[in-house]
C-alpha cells in the first residue's frame, strides 16, 4: 500500500532531518566519517591493523567511496575468535555498555558503547519510532526482552528520546501484558511479530478485542517475517503494522525501517554504509539485485565495525520512496544465507515454506519445520496448527486442506514434502524470537 507524502507525514519529529538530506550531501559525509572510521579502527584494533597490512592499504587509501570495496570483510568468526573484548577501539573507562549476542553454540559475541555511540544508537530509534509515526503523547508497551539482548534497552532509550511514555514491561507474562495494553491504554506496541501473533491469540482467549483497543501501532522486528503475517497482525487489530531491523554487532535495533509507505525499509545511511554483495563470491552486486547485505558502522567509537558480513538476504529498492526520505530502502529480509537447508538435492530456506503455508486459508501462523534422518536420507515435515473451526470439521475437509498445504509447498520448493495438522495450541508459542526449524538430522 502507497501514500501519498501529505498523508503519511502527520508527526514530523526534528530528529528526522537527516532522513531527508540530498544524496550529494549525504555522500559527502560519508566519505568523510568513513575515513575516519577506517583510521580509527587501523589505529585501535589489532584484527584491522593487520588485515589492512597485509593488503598494503593504508586508511588514507580511502579516497572515494568506492574505495571501501577495497577492504577486507569483517565476519562473526571475528568476534568469536576476539571474545570478549578484543575488537574494542576505546579503552575500558570509555565504554559505558555491553550487550551480548547469543549465538547458536558456544560463547556469545560482545558488543560496547561508548556515551556517543549510545547517543547516536538512541537518535537512529528516535528517527525509527517517528517514521512509524509514533510521537510524543503514544503509550508505548516494550516487550522486548530487557537484558544482553539489545532489543529491550535500544527500544527504551529510542521512545524516551522520542518523549514518548514507556511501559518498560520486557517480554514474557503474556496474560499481564494484555491487562497493562487495556488498562494503560497502550497506543503503541513493540515485540517480535511471533510474539505479538500469540498475543492476539491470548487476547482472544481472555474475552479481549484487541480492535476495540486504543493501540495504533506495532513496530516488529528481530526475526524474518512475511507479508502475510502482517496482514494477519493487521486484520486482527487496528494498528498499523512496521517492520524495524538491526543487529547488535552493528548497534542493535535502528538500523533501518520502514516509514509510513511500508514498503522497504530505510537504511540509516548516515550511521551505517550498507553493500549489497553476492554471498559466495563477495562481488558488490548492481543496485537492485539480490544478496547478502554488508555494513560499515561509519560513526560507532567504542566498537566499529569494517565491512561487516550480516548473511541477510535483502536487495536495494532502486525507486525512491514516496515518503521524500533520501535514505536508500532495503527489501524486508526474509532469509539469512546460513538458514538454508537442503533436502534431496534442493535448496529451501523457512521463509518460503511459510510464504507457502499462509497462504492456505484454514491455517494460524504456528507452524514448525522437522527435519530427521531416516536410513540416510534427510526428511522434511512441517507440522502446521489449523483452526479451531477446520479442527472440529469433518475429517474429509481436513484431508482436503492437508492435500492443498502439500500441493502449496510442492509448488514453492519443488518437492514433496510430509505435511503434518496439529491442534490449535500445540506448537509452543514464544516470547522473543520464534523457533521455526528443529534439525533433529544429526541426532541420529
Ligand atoms: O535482533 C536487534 C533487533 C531487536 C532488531 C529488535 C529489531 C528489533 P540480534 O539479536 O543481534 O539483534 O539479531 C540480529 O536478527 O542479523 C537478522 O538475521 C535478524 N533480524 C533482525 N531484525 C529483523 C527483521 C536484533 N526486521 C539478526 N527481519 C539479524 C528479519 C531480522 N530478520
Known amino acids: 500500500m502507497t501514500q501519498t507524502r501529505e498523508t503519511v507525514e502527520t508527526h514530523y519529529h526534528p530528529a528526522s532531518a537527516p532522513d531527508y538530506i540530498p544524496t550529494p550531501m549525504l555522500k559527502k559525509l560519508q566519505l568523510e566519517r568513513l575515513q575516519a572510521i577506517v583510521r580509527r579502527a587501523y589505529d585501535n584494533v589489532g584484527l584491522f591493523r593487520r588485515q589492512l597490512d597485509e593488503r598494503g592499504l593504508a586508511p588514507s587509501d580511502m ?180 517492520d524495524i531491523y538491526g543487529l547488535s554487532e552493528i548497534t542493535g535495533p535502528g538500523v533501518a525501517t520502514e516509514c509510513a509507505c511500508q514498503n522497504g525499509l530505510h537504511v540509516f545511511e548516515d550511521h551505517f554504509y550498507p553493500e549489497i554483495v553476492n554471498p559466495e563470491t563477495g562481488e558488490t552486486l548492481p543496485e537492485g539485485q539480490e544478496g547478502e547485505l554488508v555494513l560499515t558502522t561509519l560513526s560507532k567509537r567504542a566498537m566499529p565495525l569494517l565491512r561487516y558480513r550480516t548473511r541477510d538476504i535483502t536487495a536495494f529498492i532502486p525507486e525512491p520512496c514516496e515518503c521524500g526520505r533520501t535514505l536508500r530502502r532495503i527489501h524486508r529480509i526474509s532469509r539469512r544465507s546460513d538458514d538454508m537447508f537442503i533436502i534431496r538435492g534442493v535448496n529451501v530456506f523457512p521463509s518460503q515454506v511459510e ?81 521455526r526449524l528443529i534439525d533433529r538430522r544429526n541426532l541420529v
Open 63 to 242: 579516497t572515494c567511496l568506492d574505495d571501501i570495496s577495497r577492504l577486507p570483510f569483517t565476519v562473526k568468526h571475528d568476534l568469536r575468535d576476539n571474545y570478549p573484548f578484543g575488537l574494542f577501539a576505546s579503552p575500558m573507562q570509555e565504554v559505558v555498555r555491553l550487550h551480548a549476542s547469543s549465538g547458536t553454540t558456544g560463547k556469545p559475541i560482545v558488543v560496547a558503547y561508548s556515551r556517543e555511540d549510545v547517543d547516536v544508537w538512541t537518535n537512529a530509534m528516535v528517527r525509527t519510532l517517528a517514521s512509524c509515526g509514533l510521537s510524543k503523547g503514544d503509550i508505548a508497551q516494550n516487550a522486548y526482552g530487557y537484558g544482553l539482548f539489545t532489543g529491550g534497552l535500544g527500544f527504551h532509550y529510542g521512545a524516551e528520546g522520542l518523549g514518548a511514555t514507556v511501559i518498560p514491561i520486557s517480554g514474557g507474562n503474556t496474560d499481564r501484558q494484555i491487562m497493562v495494553m487495556k488498562d494503560f491504554g497502550v497506543t503503541a506496541i513493540f515485540c517480535t511479530p511471533s510474539y505479538f501473533v500469540h498475543m492476539i491469540e491470548r487476547a482472544g482467549e481472555l474475552g479481549v478485542d484487541m480492535r476495540e483497543l486504543p493501540l495504533r501501532v506495532g513496530v516488529f522486528g528481530a526475526e524474518p517475517w512475511s507479508d502475510s503475517m502482517r496482514r494477519h497482525i493487521e486484520s486482527h487489530t487496528r494498528i498499523k503494522a512496521y
Open 355 to 435: 510464504a507457502a503455508l499462509l497462504a492456505v486459508e484454514g491455517t494460524l501462523p504456528h507452524y514448525e519445520i522437522v527435519l530427521t534422518r531416516e536410513k540416510g536420507l534427510d526428511a522434511m515435515e512441517v507440522q502446521i496448527e489449523v483452526t479451531p473451526e477446520f479442527f472440529s470439521d469433518k475429517i474429509g475437509a481436513l484431508e482436503d486442506l492437508q492435500g492443498r498445504l502439500v500441493q502449496a509447498l510442492d509448488h514453492v520448493l519443488g518437492i514433496r514434502v510430509h505435511v503434518r495438522l496439529v491442534e490449535p495450541h500445540s506448537i509452543q508459542r514464544s516470547e522473543g524470537k520464534a523457533k
